[in-house]
Structures are given as C-alpha cells and as structure tokens.
C-alpha cells in the first residue's frame, strides 16, 4: 500500500488549481444511463472513484471515450446487463447511483447492497423507500437490492425524505425524470451536487425544477437525449487547500474554484483569522492572519451550512487554534477516526459521542500514522504539513479516491512531500 512521507514545517506558498468535484462528476456520470444518446462530461477529476464509476458504466455494456484524461463521452446505448456486482460496489458506495437511471429507463435495476464504510452504516433505505413510492418493487435477495418498475415505467410521486440525503436525492431526481407524471421531492438535498446533476439532467431534455432549495419538482418526461456539460469545481478540495495555507502560516492562490459554493466555510475560516480575499469569482487568496488562529465550534449541517467533508480538515487546524473548540459532527455516527491519529502528533483531544473538543495550540511532530477515511487522509496530510519532522502516512489510497495528484499539486507550492510506492506500478502523480 502507498505512503506518503511529509517533512513539516514549511510555509505554502504559490498557486493551486482546484479539480473537477468528485461528487457531482459520480451522479453525472450515472446519468448518462438515462439515454442511448452520448452524454459529454468535461473537468471530470482524475481520481480512483471516477475510475471505478467509469468501469461500471463499461461492465453494464456503456463505451466511455477520453479525448483527454478530465473528458468523458458516455454512450450507453447497449446496455446489457442492469447489475452492480458486489465487488465493485464494496469499493465504492456511490455505485448506487446506478439504481435510479437503470430503474427509470429498463425497468430494472440489481445493486448490491452497499455495506458499511470506516465513517458510518450509511444505509440506502430512504432511497429505496423512494423508489417504492416511485411504483418499484424493491427487494433484498442475497445481499443485492433488485427494484422493478411493475408496469415498465415509474409513476411521479410526492416524496417526502425523513433525512437529508445527498445521493438519495441524486437517486430520486434521476429516476423521476423519466417517471410518468410530476414528482416532488420534499427535504431535498441542497448540495451543488444536487444543482449541476439537475443541470445536465435539463440538458439533457429532463423538466426538473428547485435543484439547490429543499423542493425539487419534476416533471417525467418520455426519454432523455445527449447533451454535454462541464462538471463544477470541489468544494471540498478548495477547503482543503484553504485550511492548508492556514495550517502553514503560507500564502496560496486557489484558482479555477467556486467560493459560493463554500461560503459556510470561508465565514468560519475567516471567523478564527484565516485572511481568505476573493480576488475574482474563480480565484482566492489564501493567508494566516498575522494575529494567528483562534479556536472557535463548529457543528457540521446538510448544505448550505458547515459541510461534514471538511470536519476533519477544520479539527487539524484548530490543534493551531489558541484555546478550546468543539467539533460537533451530526451527519455520520463515526467520523473521527482522524483524532487519535493527530493525537499521534501531538493534538489535544476529547472525544466525547458526537463531540471533540480541542485544546489549541499544540506543537506537533513528526510520527508514523495511518489514514482511515478520504477526508481523515486529508486531515492527516494537513496536520503533516504543519508538523516538526518526518511523517509517514499509511494506506493513502483513501485520499487517491477523492483528490486529484495530491502529491504535485501541494509539492509545486513547496511542500516536502514524496509517495513511496510499494509496487512498481507508476503512481497517480
Ligand atoms: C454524500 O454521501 C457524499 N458522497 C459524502 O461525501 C458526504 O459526506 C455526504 O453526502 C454528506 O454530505 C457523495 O456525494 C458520493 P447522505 P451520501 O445520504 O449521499 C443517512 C466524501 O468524502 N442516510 O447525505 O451517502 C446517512 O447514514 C463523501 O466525498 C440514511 O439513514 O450521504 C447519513 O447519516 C463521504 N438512509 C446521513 O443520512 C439513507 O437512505 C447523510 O447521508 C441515506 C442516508
């Protein structure tokens, strides 16, 4: 397995261009088997789970072409088979995005069961439920959901989430798309995710209105055509290398990114002194404020408030916070993992059911650790950088799934950092 060996101690300081989102690229690439026709997807990020989101689409009988590597032309015109098997879908959840578009255009769809992951059970009954009300037969049959749509089409329905769920809401708005008659999806998730899926989706000739508010109407439609689409910038990753001009006292310039996308987490960064400057809508300028960081709470919300996906990232800083801060994480039951790693070097921290509390500002040094989760791997790279010493980072193919060369992108702003490759094979970076 690959490691990363960080020196720490070094300041960031230059230019970083953010990366196609992950998790709108996963729902938009399943979209595309909506139609025969192809569907062109541009700033797809060359990471592992769209590499494996890729091969679905292959293994179901869809050619996927890349005139270049962030280029996906999707024609899932013979689709052979609408089964997700088990050892694709045990590495990568999103796999279940499949289950709406196969249910809407074939009348069928077998996904396996996803199983837990390190942050949570994650179960997928609010998106089965939906499917029930869309008219499906849903069942359980050796570990594999198998949904039917009895009369071949589904039927438009007021769907009324108990939760926020990002992919369920994913789900429902691609296979209500091709329902029969109108849908409504209440407690919607409000992602940009959610906005730039439905965005394609009325590219492609879909009639979906409400993407981004906690009510989403849509009108089914007969079929859905190609269309092409260029994929959002990540949220997540900007935050990342927000919080890692922060947590190294450097300076970066993040480009090609979206800041309205993550206002929650610009207003909190600025809030403990972090100087972020918008010097044009793509662009910002990241600094340490020179008063240093202050430790303030933060408690993790479905969008638009404090995103989950940066909870790790944020608890890094704080052990450079001055003073006391409570991360209070409400979406997964089993999200801080990353603690007792950053305890390894050196952190303050209590756990205590769904709250941390960190005691800021420690010195932190170099030591082995091992990452658990893709953002727990971005915390431990973050708190790596920031620390005295060698730090070896194990299992860092948790952090390959979700950000894209990792390794170059914080080395050209000059950060000690190498990959140290087990096998030969030549790595993403
Ligand atoms: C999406 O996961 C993201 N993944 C996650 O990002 C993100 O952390 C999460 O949304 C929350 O924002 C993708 O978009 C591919 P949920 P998702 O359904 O859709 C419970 C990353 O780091 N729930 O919004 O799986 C669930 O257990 C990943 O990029 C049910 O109980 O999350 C959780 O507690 C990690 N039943 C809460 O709702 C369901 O049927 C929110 O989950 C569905 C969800």
Redesign the pocket.
């Known amino acids: 397995m690959d490691k990363f060996l960080i020196r720490g101690g070094r300041s960031l300081r230059g230019k970083i261009e953010i990366s196609g989102a992950?998790?709108?690229a996963?729902?938009c690439l399943a979209a595309a088997l909506l139609t025969p026709e192809t569907v062109t997807l541009h700033n797809v990020p060359y990471v592992k789970?769209l590499i494996t989101q890729r091969r679905l689409l292959e293994d179901l009988g869809a050619t996927v072409l890349t005139p270049e590597l962030r280029t996906h032309k999707i024609t899932a015109k013979n689709i052979e088979t609408f089964e997700a098997p088990y050892e694709l879908v045990k590495t990568m959840?999103?796999s279940?995005?499949a289950l709406g578009p196969l249910l809407a255009r074939f009348g069928q769809a077998k996904v396996s069961l996803p199983g837990g992951?390190a942050?949570?059970?994650?179960?997928?009954?609010?998106?089965?439920?939906a499917f029930e009300q869309l008219g499906a037969a849903v069942s359980l049959e050796s570990g594999d959901v198998v949904a039917r749509a009895p009369k071949g089409r589904l039927i438009g329905a007021e769907i009324a989430?108990?939760?926020?769920?990002?992919?369920?809401?994913?789900n429902v708005m691609m296979a209500a798309a091709l329902a029969k008659g109108k849908t409504i999806i209440r407690k919607a998730?409000q992602?940009p995710?959610i906005e730039d899926l439905a965005e394609l989706l009325n590219k492609m000739g879909a009639r979906i209105k409400g993407a981004g508010t906690s009510i989403i109407r849509i009108d089914g439609v007969e079929a859905l055509g190609g269309a092409e689409h260029t994929i959002i910038p990540d949220r997540?990753e900007t935050g990342t290398f927000i919080v890692a001009a922060a947590i190294t006292g450097g300076e970066l310039e993040i480009k090609s990114c979206d800041p309205g996308h993550i206002k929650a987490v610009i207003d909190k960064l600025r809030e403990v002194g972090v100087e972020i400057e918008e010097l044009n809508q793509n662009t910002l300028l990241v600094k340490c404020g020179a008063g240093g960081l202050r430790a303030k709470d933060v408690t993790t919300e479905?969008?638009p408030l404090f995103?989950?996906?940066m909870q790790a990232q944020y608890m890094a800083l704080m052990t450079q916070a001055e003073g006391l801060s409570t991360v209070t994480e409400t979406?997964?039951?089993n999200?801080f993992m990353h603690a007792s790693e950053l305890i390894r070097l050196g952190a303050n921290i209590q756990i205590s059911g769904n709250k941390a509390v960190v005691q800021g500002k420690t010195r932190l040094t170099g030591a082995p650790i091992l990452a658990s989760?893709?953002?727990a791997s971005a915390s431990l790279v973050l708190a790596a950088l920031c620390a005295q010493g060698e730090t070896l980072i194990d299992r860092v193919y948790h952090i390959d799934?979700?950000y894209e060369t990792i390794v170059k992108k914080l080395s050209s702003v000059g950060a000690d950092i190498e990959r140290i490759t087990d096998n030969i094979a030549a790595s993403a970076d």
Do not use: M, Y
Request: charged share 35%; proline share 8%.
């Open positions: 992950k998790n709108s996963l729902p789970d959840r999103a279940v995005l992951c942050i949570g059970t994650r179960p997928i009954d609010l998106h089965l439920r989430f108990e939760k926020v769920t990002v992919t369920g809401t994913e998730a992602e995710e997540i479905p969008h995103p989950t996906d979406i997964f039951e999200r989760d893709l953002r799934r979700g």
